[in-house]
């Protein structure tokens, strides 16, 4: 993709909620809290869950899978619609994981009703296979990783997520993922399992495409009108192009290759991200890949120099 781009809103994967965070923000922001019960009602309606006693339930909301995403991209689509209220809306996307879906909404793909549906259904495709499944976070290069992985059966874990170098997420089977865990600690390596009950990004997930897409068919993408950097392709869509309904299974269960989109970025200058989601995530893993990011507080609140 050619031409300078000077804002792109970037959009995190999953992630556990602080719902005291999520609710305060309602209170300040009245179009992010027109959103978030917007989403309720969707979800209420066709999952029969709510996501606002989630966000209020003591201990926080349920880590499930089929919680998570919708959540996630509900939170992210209010926050969208909170910025743009402020007039802040970039000229590109990006997305990682679940974020990826908030990112193709972001760039005209589809309304944010169809956002909480291909989360909501990609949630529950991954249901129950995702659950024998976890996720680890090592801080070792993804060649050592490899190394490493080449001593277990086959398929049994590969590597989830490439987030910077010498920080490598890897994914797989939950008895293979805990041995490996004991392995490195015994070693002294620097490790921490995510908090979720399920492992996603890893290629033997196989058991939810057919649902998934199912569940999509006669969702079609309409043709974006900015340019998304795919979080799971570490390429651009173009404006102009359509994301088919069976990139979101692929992106599912492949890698989050976050090291490798973030070049990408370069060749369109040097676009300052804005992060849209309720952790600092992306806003601090960027700039040590070089790349300039504010998290969404600070852009809600300094709005008026960004638009």
Do not use: N, Y
């Amino acid at each position: 993709m050619s031409g300078a781009v000077k804002q792109v809103l970037a959009f995190p994967g999953g992630t556990v909620l602080d719902g005291a965070w999520v609710l305060g923000l309602a209170r300040r922001e009245p179009v992010f809290r027109e959103m978030l019960h917007a989403g309720d009602a969707l979800v209420r309606q066709e999952a029969g869950w709510s996501p606002l006693l989630e966000l209020r339930a003591e201990g926080g909301p349920r880590l499930a899978v089929s919680v998570t995403f919708p959540l996630v991209v509900g939170v992210q689509v209010a926050a969208l619609a909170a910025l743009r209220a402020h007039g802040v809306d970039g000229d590109a996307v990006f997305g990682v994981c679940a974020g990826e879906v908030s990112a193709a909404h972001a760039a005209g793909a589809f309304g944010w009703e169809d956002a909480l549906r291909i989360a909501l259904h990609g949630g529950r495709s991954l249901e129950p296979e995702a659950g024998r499944h976890r996720m680890l976070i090592t801080w070792l290069p993804e060649s050592e990783c490899a190394a490493l992985l080449a001593t277990l059966p086959e398929g049994a874990v590969g590597i989830g997520a490439r987030m910077e170098p010498g920080v490598t997420v890897l994914s797989g089977d939950a008895d293979a993922v805990a041995g490996l865990e004991r392995r490195l600690t015994a070693a002294g390596i620097r490790i921490r399992a995510l908090p979720f009950p399920w492992g996603v990004h890893v290629r033997s997930l196989r058991e939810g495409r057919a649902a998934l897409e199912a569940a999509l068919k006669g969702r079609a993408s309409l043709p974006l009108t900015r340019p998304m950097l795919s979080g799971a392709r570490a390429r651009w869509f173009e404006t102009g192009a359509s994301v088919a309904a069976s990139h979101w299974w692929d992106m599912l269960r492949g890698q989050v290759r976050f090291l490798d989109s973030v070049p990408a970025l370069g060749t369109v200058g040097a676009p300052l991200l804005i992060e849209v989601g309720p952790v600092a995530e992306m806003s601090q893993l960027a700039p040590r890949l070089g790349a300039r990011a504010i998290s969404l507080e600070t852009a809600l609140t300094t709005a008026g120099a960004l638009s």
